[in-house]
């Protein structure tokens, strides 16, 4: 019989609709009932493409006798930690203060108050390597609640005043300068890994946002050093397993650090970042290589998560049906030489294994390999390989697919509108813009509104009951605001605005210039969450000072850019000591340095020297620069207002820190004044 999470729209929730365990969803009446059975609270949170959370609900959460356990001594809540953030934020705060490690699932135990006071991840069904079983784990908490509560207590209370004293270093509330940002960039030289690219050791994530910032450090300053990072970072991730080279796309994260063996969970915020950072890389290069990832990344998007509804999907699976009835890991996605031969006869098996370094041996599991671009010797027929890819990819269609989370998670929705406006510009890709506009379309209609407040998340075309936090006003602001530039079409521009303006006045703390992760009239957990540095995604403190000053540019408004240069205070204390953590907020801070730039192009939309003076603005590398074109007179963008044709020809303003370049109608002088 179905558990109160039958009526939730949450994916991962639905997941667990049929466990024997009482599940409650987070809410006020799950701590009133412990509070009025004297249970304390089991609080699971995981994700729907989270490998070990389908493991332990297999082994500990569909077990009857584990279930019946749960019921009769805990309170058993059950968290989408893509739905609700900051309570998955608070709690793993408190995970990772008391063991120095965190992940999913995070298994926390609460008093009916919702003060933690015993903390894990993953409980294996029985002992081993040392970690207890989680039904040790469950009477070891049951016995100390009975029978050591005021102990309890007082472990819940420490932990609560600790973490309300871990409070965050602002800086001066200045944003950073020249100097802060040089020394960023020499902290990033320091951890980059020159033999494989990237940085740090394994596992090895594809690091998005430090990778914008190099761009954009390069574009306004030349340093070579910096582009050379960026560029041989996306060539090492683009020809490994990391990326898949038959349906594009890139998984979580590499198990090693040589971007051979992924996780093979695909993730809507990851492909979105990167397929914006390679564009950019053919911005900024030229690389037939990153030109072809921007738009397999971004057709793969299309493709696979696009929802009927027109927005993108949160995830694909790890795991899927190995052909046996048995969920893989990977089982999608790799290749034996013996299905290459099946699929390909022997010769072009040869190439394939050769082309995409297949072995016998195998670099996954059970002579398994996945398939990766080594560099080789020598030179492959072209259209021999595309009919090779073709092929693997027509059979691999028939396997059974990895499970697909179809939440709209507003925030990487944001990021995703982003990168498919811009990718479709560059590319002359109309229907990717198209795209863009759709899921743009969606979160309009769908997640926000009369009041300009967005939901968090919606599920075939019905939003989601939790509020949207920092990271999404901020994150669908720059999609809207990159449509703008895009489209010329103002009305993304307004939609950006009443989003800042929520920012501004729900999320911002007049005092310190710091940025909250939850409203002001969000639900009140043990503590406010509030953290600035980068994890999968832009954090929202950054990515909100990024638009706000994305914003001001548009717009003229003094307000949106005091308040993104107060935000980018945090990045002036932390961006020279930790760069890799916070690298989309210095990102923003190259922006800010280089003003941004402010570009208008005036002339009739059908004619061709408009669209020219648009698109190289559009393909401008100065940091942050955004763009308004329209006709002779339109009032569509702030941008063009007293904006006039020069000698009856289209025409581009640049602008600059409240100086202006002469008009031009000529590109070239364009081009020019959008480079260095």
């Given at each position: ?12 929730l ?15 009446e799950?701590?009133?009932?412990a ?7 089991l ?12 493991v332990?609900?297999?082994?500990s ?6 279930a ?20 998955d934020?608070?709690?793993m ?10 992940g999913?699932?995070?298994t926390v135990?609460?008093t009916?108050?919702?003060e933690?006071f ?6 294996p ?25 005021d102990?309890?207590?007082e472990?819940?209370e ?5 973490l309300a004293g871990?409070?965050?270093g ?18 990033l030289?320091r ?10 050791g ?10 914008e910032f190099?761009?954009?450090?390069h574009?306004?300053t030349?340093a ?7 560029a041989d970072t996306?060539?090492?991730?683009a ?9 594009g796309?890139f998984a979580r994260?590499s198990?090693?650090r ?7 969970e695909?993730?809507?915020?990851d492909?979105?970042?990167l397929?914006r ?8 290069t ?8 921007a ?8 493709r696979?998560?696009r929802?009927?509804e ?5 995830a694909l699976?790890?795991d899927s ?6 969920h893989?890991e990977?089982a999608?996605?790799v290749?034996?030489?013996a299905?290459?031969r ?8 040869e190439?394939a294994?050769d ?10 599991e ?7 671009l080594p ?7 072209a259209?021999?390989i595309d ?9 691999r269609d028939?396997?059974p697919?990895?499970?697909r989370d179809d939440?709209?998670v507003?925030?990487w929705n944001g990021?995703?509108?982003?990168a498919?406006?811009?990718t479709g ?7 990717l813009?198209?795209a863009?506009v ?7 209609r ?17 939003a989601g ?9 901020a ?5 809207f ?10 009305v993304w521009l307004?939609?950006?605005?009443f989003?800042l303006d929520h920012?501004?006045?729900q999320?911002?703390?007049?005092e ?15 503590r ?5 540095t980068?994890?999968?995604?832009p ?6 000072a ?5 914003y ?6 003094e307000?949106?850019?005091?308040a ?21 907020g210095l990102a ?13 192009v005036v ?8 669209r ?8 401008a ?10 006709a002779?007179?339109?009032?569509e963008l702030?941008?063009l207002?007293?904006r006039?044709?020069?000698g009856?020809?289209p025409?581009?303003y640049v602008?600059r820190?409240?100086?202006?370049d ?5 590109v070239?002088?364009?081009?020019a004044?959008?480079?260095?």
């Amino acid at each position: 019989m179905p558990n109160r999470l039958a009526h939730e729209t949450s994916p991962y929730l639905l997941q667990h609709a049929d466990n024997p365990v009482d599940w409650w969803p987070w809410s006020a009446e799950a701590f009133e009932e412990a509070d009025r059975t004297g249970k304390p609270v089991l609080l699971s949170v995981g994700y729907s493409s989270c490998h070990w959370c389908h493991v332990m609900a297999h082994e500990s959460f569909e077990d009857q006798e584990t279930a019946d356990y749960l019921n009769a001594h805990f309170v058993n809540v059950k968290v989408d930690r893509e739905e609700r953030p900051d309570v998955d934020a608070v709690y793993m705060e408190a995970v990772q203060a008391a063991t120095g490690q965190g992940g999913w699932p995070m298994t926390v135990f609460l008093t009916p108050g919702a003060e933690p006071f015993y903390f894990g991840t993953y409980f294996p069904p029985a002992p081993r390597q040392g970690s207890p079983s989680f039904r040790q784990v469950l009477e070891g908490v049951h016995s100390a609640w009975t029978d050591r509560r005021d102990e309890v207590a007082e472990v819940a209370e420490k932990i609560v005043r600790d973490l309300a004293g871990r409070e965050i270093g602002f800086g001066d509330a200045q944003a950073p300068g020249e100097e802060d940002l040089a020394r960023a960039l020499l902290g990033l030289t320091r951890d980059y890994d020159a033999a494989h690219g990237g940085f740090g050791g394994a596992p090895k994530f594809p690091p998005s946002m430090a990778v914008e910032f190099l761009l954009r450090h390069h574009a306004r300053t030349g340093a070579e050093g910096a582009l050379q990072m960026a560029a041989d970072t996306c060539e090492r991730m683009a020809r490994g397993g990391i990326y898949d080279q038959l349906g594009g796309g890139f998984a979580r994260y590499s198990v090693d650090r040589e971007w051979v063996v992924p996780h093979f969970e695909k993730m809507l915020y990851d492909n979105a970042l990167l397929c914006r950072v390679y564009a950019h890389l053919w911005r900024a290069t030229g690389s037939d290589l990153a030109r072809r990832v921007a738009l397999e990344t971004a057709d793969f998007m299309v493709r696979e998560l696009r929802t009927n509804e027109g927005g993108f999907a949160s995830a694909l699976d790890a795991d899927s049906d190995d052909g046996t009835g048995k969920h893989v890991e990977g089982a999608y996605y790799v290749w034996t030489p013996a299905e290459l031969r099946e699929v390909l006869g022997e010769q072009d098996a040869e190439v394939a294994a050769d082309y995409f370094g297949v072995t016998e041996e195998g670099s996954f599991e059970e002579g398994a390999s996945v398939l990766q671009l080594p560099q080789r010797e020598g030179v492959f027929d072209a259209a021999r390989i595309d009919s090779v890819k073709a092929r693997l990819k027509e059979a691999r269609d028939g396997r059974p697919a990895p499970g697909r989370d179809d939440k709209v998670v507003a925030a990487w929705n944001g990021l995703a509108v982003a990168a498919l406006a811009e990718t479709g510009a560059y590319f002359d890709r109309p229907d990717l813009v198209d795209a863009a506009v759709g899921a743009a379309d969606l979160l309009v209609r769908l997640h926000l509104d009369e009041h300009a407040r967005l939901a968090r998340t919606s599920k075939d075309g019905r939003a989601g009951a939790h509020a949207g936090v920092l990271e999404d006003y901020a994150d669908v602001a720059e999609g809207f605001l990159a449509l703008a530039s895009v489209t010329g079409e103002g009305v993304w521009l307004d939609f950006a605005g009443f989003l800042l303006d929520h920012v501004l006045v729900q999320f911002t703390d007049e005092e310190s210039g710091g940025l909250y992760d939850t409203a002001a009239d969000a639900e009140k957990l043990i503590r406010r969450p509030q953290d600035p540095t980068d994890n999968a995604t832009p954090s929202g403190w950054s990515a909100a000072a990024g638009a706000l000053l994305s914003y001001a540019a548009q717009t003229g408004s003094e307000p949106h850019r005091a308040a993104a240069e107060r935000a980018l205070g945090v990045v002036k204390a932390l961006g020279p000591r930790v760069p890799r953590f916070i690298g989309w907020g210095l990102a923003a801070a190259e922006a800010q340095l280089d003003g941004p730039r402010e570009v208008a192009v005036v002339g009739p939309a059908e004619a061709p020297a408009t669209r020219e003076l648009h698109r190289v603005a559009l393909l401008a590398t100065a940091p942050g620069a955004v763009v308004a074109v329209g006709a002779p007179g339109s009032d569509e963008l702030p941008l063009l207002a007293g904006r006039s044709l020069v000698g009856g020809e289209p025409t581009a303003y640049v602008c600059r820190n409240f100086t202006c370049d002469a008009p031009t109608t000529d590109v070239e002088r364009l081009r020019a004044a959008l480079g260095r």
